[in-house]
């Protein structure tokens, strides 16, 4: 009998890959911070004795969600600017406010509070695009939190840098602080095609190869963004960015709700990811993902929230339901984007998209014991006939009772175990008296 870390009994186990498996009355054996093995309770009872034995009965175990496109420090403007387009909100709004407030105890405690809404959700790795980026990778990696920290590059200054060169400059030593620790990874994060000019994004791909690191930018999210390329370089932003060698597997193309079928057929081609953030287009109305297309072409396609301040929460089980009934809507197919698809694309396709596929994602042995155990025993989910669709289609964030990263057990019967709640609440009112006093 091998002694281990922890093994967890639960009624369903969903390892997401094999895509639609659903395995019934096993066991996760864990160890060191990684899955051992994946078996039924009655040969895990005789093969390994643990440390700590869980019973979830009435529990599904999937594999930790995976936000792929987030700005967690905004978490501090919920709110603060709703029911407006894209460009006004931007110009008008949020950015004049992170000119006045964003500072590092800005980001530190907006992440802080971002990563307790995540984890309560279910959440076990962000993918992070915001000033500062040094402050989220120590926050995160604090917490307990496996992250993907963006080094944020955009053409105008800002209080993290100056111009392109230094923002470049203070990136990569983010990269090179950051690059050997076990949770933290990070991404080259210009910011859009109408706020980075040719000559850093030359570079950005130049760096992408050198340091091996993904890239990740909002990439044709409104019909403005298509008109001011069209206006400034006589092309559509996807055609500036293959001109300059950025559509390839590195490239993490968030929003992309303005494509064309030809466009479509180009990132496929370039192996390019797709970052889907339904709720978020829906409230700023920037347009609709063509997911079914996406997806039908070859697409990897990963979820995100986007940022709390324009969605305006950081809600995985949400963003899958939303993203799965507005598939069917646009393409007019009820078929498409099913539940397990939609549960895939909460966790391995956004790993994969990160360059996390070899270690998260899925349940299988030998990836990280990254956890989400979701209660379905309440009558809110009966009856039921099949987890994965209760998953997506039923049930609410509040139904996550605990949840692992790497093996540690970071939310505990819904109590978060690395951050203070009370601490965190105390801290966002006083940001919100500050920013606008009542």
């Not at 440390?51 to 501090?76: F, R």
């Not at 496929?268 to 889907?276: E, F, L, N, Q, R």
């Not at 042995?365 to 979701?374: E, H, N, Q, R, W």
Request: hydrophobic share 45%.
């Amino acid at each position: 009998m091998f002694n281990i870390d922890l093994l967890i009994h639960a009624r369903w186990i969903i390892p997401v890959e094999p895509e639609g498996v659903v395995h019934s009355g096993h066991c996760l054996a864990v160890h060191e911070g990684r899955i051992l093995d994946l078996l039924p309770a009655t040969e895990a009872n005789t093969r390994y004795s643990a440390a700590t034995t869980l019973h979830l009965d009435e529990h599904a175990l999937i594999p930790g969600l995976i936000n792929a496109h987030t700005h967690a420090a905004m978490s501090l403007l919920r709110g603060l600017a709703d029911d407006m387009p894209l460009m006004e909100w931007l110009n008008q709004h949020i950015w004049p406010a992170e000119a006045a407030w964003v500072n590092p105890q800005f980001v530190q405690d907006g992440t802080q509070l971002a990563i307790a809404e995540m984890l309560r959700g279910g959440t076990t790795c962000f993918n992070d695009m915001y000033f500062f980026p040094d402050h989220t990778a120590r926050v995160a990696a604090a917490s307990g939190m496996r992250a993907s920290i963006g080094l944020i590059l955009i053409d105008f200054p800002t209080a993290w840098a100056a111009n392109a060169d230094e923002y470049l400059h203070k990136g990569l030593e983010v990269h090179d602080a950051w690059k050997d620790h076990p949770l933290i990874t990070t991404t080259l994060a210009p910011h859009a095609p109408y706020s980075v000019s040719d000559a850093p994004l030359e570079k950005i791909v130049m760096y992408a190869d050198v340091i091996d690191r993904q890239i990740h930018m909002h990439v044709h999210e409104t019909r403005d963004e298509i008109e001011q390329g069209l206006a400034k370089y006589h092309m559509r932003p996807l055609a500036r960015l293959h001109k300059l060698g950025l559509l390839s597997p590195r490239l993490q193309a968030v929003h992309m709700t303005q494509l064309t079928d030809d466009e479509i057929a180009l990132v496929a081609a370039s192996g390019a990811h797709v970052v889907h953030c339904p709720e978020s287009n829906l409230k700023l109305a920037s347009g609709f993902c063509p997911l079914d297309k996406l997806i039908k072409a070859g697409i990897n396609v990963a979820l995100g929230t986007d940022g709390a301040a324009s969605n305006n929460d950081l809600d995985m089980f949400s963003e899958m339901r939303t993203a799965a009934l507005l598939a069917k809507g646009v393409s007019g197919d009820a078929t498409s984007m099913p539940a397990a698809a939609a549960l895939r694309m909460a966790t391995l396709n956004g790993a994969r998209a990160l360059g996390l596929g070899d270690l998260t994602g899925s349940l299988l042995p030998g990836k990280a014991a990254d956890i989400t155990a979701v209660h379905l025993g309440d009558l809110e989910t009966q009856p039921l006939y099949d987890p994965v669709s209760q998953l997506v289609y039923a049930i609410g964030r509040d139904k996550v009772t605990d949840v692992w990263v790497a093996g540690q057990h970071v939310l505990k019967q819904r109590k978060l175990t690395t951050l203070d709640e009370s601490e965190l609440v105390a801290k966002a009112r006083a940001w919100a008296q500050k920013i606008r006093p009542s």
